[in-house]
């Protein structure tokens, strides 16, 4: 069973940064995609950024300019980089990982969720 384990949530003011880190943990395992997921508080849950095993990336237009997404493929883990936070960013942060078992099918898997609040 594969674990993907967020850090890096809090409170920050507006302009400030934050940095996500995800990391996946287990046993037989691949990714594939990994990304990262918020929802706020009445809204649905919205993809934020997401990057593939070789590194393409996308962003939801929103915080393109702002974030950056990043993966280590050797250690399983992908961050997110929030540089300009503003108080709309305000969300529970998931992490979002296609994983790949060995001799099994791929499926979607997410983490518990990190809280990141921006202050205006």
């Known amino acids: 069973q594969v674990q993907l384990v967020e850090t890096g949530g809090g409170l920050v003011q507006a302009g400030g940064s934050l940095r996500l880190s995800c990391a996946a943990s287990?046993?037989?395992?691949?990714?594939?995609?990994m990304g990262w997921y918020r929802q706020a508080p009445g809204n649905e849950r919205e993809l934020v950024a997401i990057?593939?095993?070789?590194?393409?990336?996308n962003y939801v237009d929103s915080v393109k300019g702002r974030f950056t997404i990043s993966r280590d493929n050797a250690k399983n883990t992908v961050y997110l980089q929030m540089n300009s936070l503003k108080p709309e960013d305000t969300a529970v942060y998931y992490c979002?990982?296609?994983?790949?078992?060995?001799?099994?099918?791929?499926?979607?898997?997410w983490g518990q969720g990190t809280r990141v609040t921006v202050s205006s």
């Open positions: 979002y990982a296609r994983v790949i078992p060995v001799g099994g099918s791929e499926y979607d898997h």
């Open positions: 287990g046993s037989m395992f691949r990714i594939n995609v």
């Open positions: 990057i593939s095993r070789i590194g393409n990336t």
